[in-house]
């Protein structure tokens, strides 16, 4: 099947973001609860646009490092910070790993995990995932924010699983699609259908149906992937055209 080569990618703002946060945390700059500075300054300290600033915090709140609070501030997550993944990524580069090798293990992964949470998961685990539909629903015409509850939802199945091994493994391979995961989110016309399957997802974890979870999901990432793959395709001819459109000026 042909696919394309995962790269390092144009991903390297939000890595600065990741890295410049991960920095703080392990020298105990920012600590559990901490406020971190505001956008401008912030933003003015990395030397970035505040634009990619926000891409890096949602990627930081979608791993679950940020908690993002609507008019009072961005905080350092209570819990232990999930960054410095990238061990996956970087085999892959090394490797050869194609994408959509990628997106088969997360389908297999994840449908395996639903069905599981549908077995195991808790009435808190049910409650998350009821909060995180509501608020993808509330989120449909705001990208950046849907796909941090998207994030969400798929890691409290995780946890709900009740194998952390799993979890880990999951959150590897998402953490390495995030990227494409995101650009797919931003260029989308309506993420009502996407909602509209978290949903389904939720009600057969809810109504314990094992089985119906693990199709549910393994159909919502079919989607998502054929979504994924296509933006990296059209992403892919651009930057060839970029490219060969640079060596024709410069000849």
Do not use: C
């Amino acid at each position: 099947m042909p696919g394309k080569t995962l790269t390092k990618g144009d991903n390297h703002l939000t890595m600065q973001v990741v890295n410049h946060v991960r920095t703080l945390i392990e020298k105990g700059s920012l600590k559990p609860g901490d406020r971190i500075p505001p956008e401008r300054e912030f933003a003015q300290m990395l030397k970035i646009s505040r634009a990619s600033l926000r891409t890096g915090i949602g990627y930081l709140a979608a791993m679950g490092v940020m908690n993002v609070r609507h008019g009072v501030g961005t905080f350092v997550a209570d819990g232990p910070p999930e960054i410095g993944r990238s061990s996956l990524s970087l085999l892959g580069a090394l490797h050869g790993f194609q994408l959509w090798q990628m997106f088969e293990a997360r389908r297999l992964l994840e449908g395996s995990l639903a069905a599981l949470a549908a077995e195991r998961g808790r009435e808190e685990h049910l409650m998350a995932l009821s909060e995180e539909v509501t608020e993808m629903y509330a989120t449909v015409q705001d990208p950046a924010e849907y796909l941090i509850h998207d994030v969400r939802f798929h890691r409290t199945i995780a946890q709900a699983a009740g194998n952390p091994i799993l979890a880990v493994l999951m959150e590897t391979i998402t953490s390495s699609l995030y990227g494409d995961r995101r650009k797919t989110v931003e260029r989308t016309t309506s993420l009502k259908e996407s909602a509209d399957m978290h949903r389904e997802i939720y009600r057969a974890i809810r109504t314990r149906d094992a089985v119906e979870a693990r199709n549910v999901m393994e159909r919502h990432l079919k989607m998502a992937e054929k979504a994924q793959m296509n933006e990296a395709a059209s992403s892919q001819t651009k930057a060839k055209k970029k490219r060969r459109a640079s060596g024709t000026a410069s000849s």
